[in-house]
């Protein structure tokens, strides 16, 4: 079974300073794998998604996420945290075969950035 | 339109009642899904159309919770004899035509927030 755990539930950084939001999945075959950003009142948004190709993902905004297998780890970073980063972050892995519209969302990620 | 419209965006009822959700997705987007996110958790998927008819509708909780798409765009959520554990924010997703990779990148909504006291 596919599922994915996002080792975080609250994440505060200071701007200027590194972003790393952890997510760690598990599947029976080499998964595709999603971050999305909500903010508040706002629908889900995609920042990035790995399909098998690259293991380095850039995403928009300045965030990446690096496929590790050896892991099962799909993190997602970003060098430099600006104040509109702040919103829920969520890893998401996509199920193939008969529940093809079945993502699989974790609980997400809350980041704040200070000032 | 330009994106995923779902009305109402806020919606409060009593226990036992019967509300409707509605989504209207981008155009040309043949697949439309529904998830339900409770506070403090990630969205859960309920049910997806590809086109008219439900491809997938493992995700509905019970008996209670159907979803239509009479003419393959605009659907709408439907909740009978609601209880105060369905309130959650819903929120309305579509997509391109969907492929067996389950690497389809949904489009969401802002979501109707349903409160039931």
């Known amino acids: 079974a596919q599922s994915v755990t996002q080792l975080d539930s609250h994440v505060s950084v200071s701007e200027g300073t590194p972003v790393l939001l952890r997510c760690n999945y598990s599947?029976?075959?080499?998964?595709?794998l999603f971050w999305y950003v909500q903010h508040p009142n706002k629908g889900l948004q995609l920042l990035l998604k790995?399909?098998?190709?690259?293991?380095l993902v850039k995403g928009i905004n300045g965030f990446e996420a690096e496929f590790k297998k050896s892991e099962t780890s799909f993190h997602l970073t970003k060098p430099s945290a600006h104040m509109s980063d702040a919103a829920e972050y969520f890893c998401?892995?996509?199920?193939?075969?008969?529940?093809?519209?079945?993502?699989?969302f974790g609980k997400g990620t809350k980041l704040s950035v200070k000032p | 339109g330009a994106g995923v419209s779902q009305t109402p965006s806020n919606k409060v009822t009593e226990k036992g009642k019967y509300v409707e959700l509605r989504c209207d997705p981008i155009?040309?987007?043949?697949?439309l899904y529904w998830y339900r996110q409770s506070l403090g958790q990630g969205p859960e998927f309920l049910i997806y159309?590809?086109?008219?008819?439900?491809?997938?509708d493992s995700g509905l909780p019970n008996d209670r919770f159907f979803a239509v798409r009479p003419e393959g765009s605009v659907s709408t959520l439907k909740i009978q004899r609601t209880e105060r554990g369905d309130s959650a924010v819903y929120l309305c997703?579509?997509?391109?035509?969907?492929?067996?990779?389950?690497?389809?990148?949904?489009?969401f909504g802002a979501g109707s927030r349903l409160t039931v006291l």
């Open positions: 599947s029976s075959y080499s998964p595709s």
């Open positions: 159309f590809q086109g008219t008819g439900a491809a997938d």
């Open positions: 997703a579509s997509s391109l035509m969907t492929t067996g990779s389950g690497a389809n990148v949904l489009t």
């Open positions: 790995y399909t098998s190709a690259a293991t």
């Open positions: 998401v892995v996509g199920l193939r075969g008969g529940s093809q519209g079945n993502l699989i």
């Open positions: 155009s040309g987007h043949t697949a």
